[in-house]
């Protein structure tokens, strides 16, 4: 099972990644860029496996690109007090 397929594992998933980028110094500039690019990768190239992810996907197809940053801040917002790092 991919940590695709479910909500909270993939929101754990985000949150991993983020404390351990923050963890080795990465600046907020740089993770945002990064959400941003994620986003848009999974928003072309992956079917949305969950109701929240084709939530995300619609919206972000419908964004201008300073609303899809802003969408991927907000990704980052939340996921920042989640995961196990």
Not at 28 to 48: F, M
Not at 56 to 82: C, F, G
Request: glycine share 4%.
């Amino acid at each position: 099972m991919s940590v695709l397929d479910n909500w909270n594992q993939w929101k754990d998933f985000l949150g991993d990644r983020l404390h351990q980028a923050q963890n080795e110094g990465m600046n907020q500039e740089v993770i945002s860029d990064i959400a941003y690019q994620v986003g848009d990768y999974l928003a072309k190239q992956v079917d949305p496996k969950n109701e929240q992810e084709r939530i995300l996907a619609d919206l972000w197809s419908v964004a201008t690109p300073e609303e899809q940053h802003a969408i991927a801040n907000v990704m980052v917002k939340l996921v920042q007090n989640n995961g196990n790092s």
